[in-house]
């Protein structure tokens, strides 16, 4: 069965520092790998995704992930934090393949908090 | 803010009871999918709508069913409510423009619903 997992709840960082996310995946083929961010009573907003090619993916506001086949992570990362990035963010992975819709399969949400 | 609209925002249905969600594809979209977000949960896929048909369906019972009009607009119908499906109804639309591919889905802001 295909699953993400994020294996962190909560994620506190310091302004200013760097971030990490982490989001690792089971998928049988090559999948594609989306970040989303969720604000309080908000639908979830696009980051970046990963298709093919380069393996560092440059996305929204300053965030970056890292594609590691080997590993199968995709973790979000971002030089500096700021204290409007505290959110829950989601990893989510859809597959290729012909019968394939797109559908996106969600990990359970990482909270990130960024004190000043 | 992503042009994917729904309504209503909130819905408080009793036990047993019908429910209609709306909404607004992004322009330019031409594929709708709904995911269901239960409290302290990542979005799980419900269903995908593409040129007006069913394209793909989660595990949900058909008592969950969908429709997609001719402006790609969509409605999610739940018949028979039950207390689990209280939760945030997110609608995504995106653009497929030749086969299943990483199509980015665009979320709306969600309708919560509360089964009493």
């Known amino acids: 069965a295909q699953s993400v997992a994020q294996p962190e709840d909560q994620v506190n960082v310091a302004e200013g520092n760097p971030l990490t996310v982490k989001c690792t995946y089971s998928v049988s083929g090559n999948p594609y790998l989306f970040w989303y961010v969720q604000y309080p009573n908000r639908g979830l907003q696009f980051l970046l995704k990963?298709?093919?090619?380069?393996?560092l993916v440059k996305g929204s506001y300053g965030f970056e992930a890292e594609f590691n086949k080997s590993q199968t992570s995709f973790h979000l990362k971002k030089p500096s934090a700021l204290v409007s990035d505290s959110a829950l963010y989601f990893c989510?992975?859809?597959?290729?393949?012909?019968?394939?819709?797109?559908?996106?399969?969600f990990g359970q949400g990482t909270t990130l908090q960024v004190k000043p | 803010e992503t042009g994917v609209t729904q309504s209503p925002t909130h819905l408080i249905k009793t036990r047993g009871q019908q429910v209609t969600l709306r909404c607004s594809s992004q322009?330019?979209?031409?594929?709708v999918s709904w995911y269901q977000q239960a409290l302290g949960q990542g979005p799980q896929f419900i269903f995908q709508y593409y040129r007006e048909e069913e394209n793909g369906r989660g595990n949900f019972p058909p008592r969950f069913s969908g429709l997609q009009f001719p402006n790609y607009s969509s409605e999610l119908n739940v018949n028979a409510l039950e207390l689990d499906d209280s939760a945030l109804y997110l609608c995504?639309?995106?653009?497929?423009?030749?086969?299943?591919?990483?199509?980015?889905?665009?979320f709306g802001p969600g309708t919560r619903l509360t089964v009493l």
């Open positions: 989510a992975v859809s597959l290729h393949g012909s019968s394939n819709t797109g559908k996106l399969i």
């Open positions: 322009s330019g979209h031409n594929t």
């Open positions: 990963y298709i093919t090619g380069d393996n």
């Open positions: 995504a639309s995106s653009l497929r423009v030749a086969g299943p591919v990483a199509d980015t889905q665009y």
